[in-house]
């Protein structure tokens, strides 16, 4: 039996539709009921809903054979997992943000602070973007409240359509990366259950492949 | 010169899953004055052995060499701090990183093409013809003959079946020369056994010999066969004051038994044999009856 992760959330009945259309799975997940675990015994897959930054970490161990989730979660996590597929979908990208019309005053402070969910990414791109000191706050979400209040100049955040920044009264002053839905496998897995795990990307690929197509006719 | 080990180890970073800062290794070095491929054959039959030892089910011996990758990142100019990038990308198998890579660094379509193919040269031995008709220079082909021979040199001997390819396996460049191998058990998220050919440490020693070698990480061991179920045949559990009958039945299983230590009730040893998966108990009443059952 083959276990994939899915990141609760939007994402992942986007990507349960997917696997559907590819005919990969028939089931539904109820994402509003309180089961986390969900088995197709037809075509032998069990489904688990997981946090997204946790879905990296079940399928490190091994404990899912193939994950879900969005590339921000893996370039924050940094797991030793295969990465093979995008799924071209939960398009949006990483940003950095701030208060509309101050980013040249910000920029040019000795000191910035820096609110984000994700610590790494902006510990990197900061130690090598900026040449100030730069202090990194690390929240769990909202981030937008932060240079409202005053807890920080400058926020790094995913970016979907921008109405939020809009609605709190900030604009993305860098794009910094481009952000989809991934396909992750574990290294163990892509091994020892290659045939089942080969049979999941090459049906997902000729999928996007021709959807991809079907999307340009039109 | 055949050297071996078991002991302590340490490192910094524990990022990855299994790591641990202090852990238990148990290895193998084998050392030549001049390079033989002999030697790779050779540590991995005993690579293979110690795996097969384990009497585990569904397991494979990864093997790849270092120089397939170098032979395109050199023909094709990339520097040290982008052949780094490269190489991590390429071990993640990330076909979208390899593409923003070749993007940003205006690495030609053949050279993406070649680098998003290796990513997926992985399988069994029909890998071989793929990877031969990719590899356009002398070192990469050089690596492919040198993994067919050992390969084949190991079918010979009938431990084919035990041995995996990937061409896009990429270790660190710095240390490794050639062959590389990880060892992988259904089970473990992460890699039990890892080794290769490191020609060039020695002389960092003022000491030019060639070398192979590889370790097993005793603490991830550990962690499978406690999941490895059919690992025990059965259980042996006694009551008080029956410790001494206990451990010769125990020695009398040539390592097939599971021996519980403390005394704990039948019931309790029937909970546990459910939970290993183990069918049968042999239980040590105070009396000195032997009781078996079978659950």
Not at chain 1, 82 to 91: A, N, P, S, T, V
Not at chain 2, 135 to 142: D, R, T, V
Not at chain 2, 208 to 225: E, H, P, Q, T, Y
Not at chain 2, 259 to 288: F, H, Q, R, T
Request: with cysteine; hydrophobic share 40%.
């Amino acid at each position: 039996m083959i276990t994939i992760a899915l990141p609760k959330g939007r994402l992942s009945s986007q990507t349960l539709n997917i696997l559907k259309s590819t005919g990969l799975t028939s089931i539904d997940i109820d994402e509003d009921s309180r089961k986390l675990v969900f088995i197709d015994n037809i075509k032998n897959y069990k489904f688990i809903l997981v946090k997204p930054f946790d879905v990296p970490t079940y399928v490190e161990y091994g404990i899912a054979d193939i994950g879900v989730v969005g590339k921000d979660v893996l370039m924050e996590v940094n797991k030793k997992v295969y990465e093979i597929l995008d799924f071209k979908i939960g398009k949006c990208y990483l940003a950095i943000a701030g208060p509309k019309g101050k980013k040249e005053i910000i920029y040019s402070k000795n000191k910035i602070r820096v609110a984000s969910k994700f610590q790494n990414i902006s510990f990197e791109y900061f130690k090598e973007a900026f040449n100030q000191e730069v202090e990194i706050i690390n929240l769990n979400g909202s981030v937008e409240l932060a240079p409202i209040l005053g807890l920080s100049d400058l926020i790094i955040d995913i970016v979907e359509s921008g109405r939020t920044l809009e609605e709190n009264n900030l604009e993305v002053y860098d794009k910094l990366y481009d952000i989809s839905a991934r396909m992750i496998i574990n290294r163990v897995s892509l091994k020892l259950k290659k045939k089942a795990i080969d049979e999941v990307i090459q049906t997902i690929e000729r999928w996007l492949d021709n959807d991809s197509k079907i999307l340009q006719q039109y | 010169m055949r050297v071996y080990y078991s002991g302590k180890a340490y490192q910094y970073l524990t990022d990855n899953a299994g790591d641990l800062r202090e852990y238990y290794q148990t290895g193998i070095e084998k050392f030549d004055t001049n390079y033989s491929i002999d030697s790779d054959v050779e540590i991995l039959i005993i690579a293979i052995e110690s795996l097969l030892s384990l009497g585990l089910s569904n397991w494979t011996l990864d093997i790849g060499d270092v120089n397939f990758f170098k032979g395109f990142a050199y023909s094709m100019n990339i520097d040290e701090e982008h052949f780094d990038i490269l190489r991590k990308l390429i071990d993640k198998k990330d076909y979208i990183g390899i593409e923003n890579f070749s993007k940003k660094y205006e690495l030609s379509k053949e050279a993406l093409n070649i680098f998003r193919k290796l990513a997926r040269l992985y399988g069994k031995e029909d890998i071989f013809y793929e990877a031969k008709k990719i590899a356009n220079n002398h070192m990469s082909l050089e690596s492919i003959e040198r993994l067919e021979y050992i390969y084949n040199s190991l079918e010979k001997v009938g431990y084919h079946e035990y041995i995996t390819l990937d061409f896009g396996m990429l270790k660190s460049l710095n240390y490794y020369t050639g062959l590389i191998f990880t060892g992988y058990i259904e089970g473990l998220g992460y890699p039990i056994l890892s080794g290769g050919r490191y020609d060039n440490l020695c002389s960092s020693f003022d000491c030019k010999l060639s070398a192979c070698g590889f370790a097993i990480g005793l603490d991830r061991l550990l962690n499978i066969l406690e999941y490895a179920n059919h690992y025990y045949e059965y259980i042996i559990a006694y009551e008080g004051g029956r410790f001494i009958e206990a451990l010769s039945e125990i020695k009398k299983s040539e390592g097939k038994a599971l021996l519980l230590s403390d005394c704990i009730s039948i019931e309790e040893v029937k909970k546990k044999a459910k939970l290993n998966n183990i069918k049968k108990i042999i239980y040590i009443k105070n009396d000195g009856v032997i009781c078996v059952l079978e659950v």
